[in-house]
């Protein structure tokens, strides 16, 4: 699977907020997956003072990510391929490098 970053914006959340807003994120995850379209949310990152969330899923396709965002109502402004560097991914293995799979031709969709 390739890693995806998705870009929203989301004004002014608690830390409640956002735990919802990531639970719903890995619910609609675990949805299209069982539906066979596999995809994971492997985690999210808020910048309050730009009001902005950023979503990374690992997936096959863009457009599954946009599916996962629609269902779990996140914003979604942008979904752009992303290279993974020094973190785990949502299988669990560690992203020293770009990870196999990531697209190198900036799959992007908006």
Do not use: K
């Not at 699977?1 to 619910?27: D, K, P």
């Not at 299209?32 to 985690?43: F, I, K, R």
């Not at 457009?63 to 979604?76: G, L, W, Y």
């Amino acid at each position: 699977m390739a890693a995806f970053l998705v870009e929203g914006y989301l004004s002014a959340a608690t830390a409640e907020q956002l735990a919802a807003h990531c639970a719903r994120a890995s619910q609609a995850a675990d949805e299209l997956t069982a539906a066979g379209s596999p995809v994971a949310h492997v985690g999210t990152v808020y910048l309050p003072s730009d009001q902005s969330c950023l979503v990374l899923f690992e997936s096959a396709s863009a457009d599954h990510v946009f599916e996962t965002c629609r269902r779990a109502s996140i914003p979604c402004d942008r979904v752009t391929g992303a290279v993974l560097a020094g973190l785990l991914t949502a299988s669990g293995r560690s992203a020293a490098g770009p990870v196999a799979g990531t697209p190198s031709t900036g799959e992007e969709r908006s």
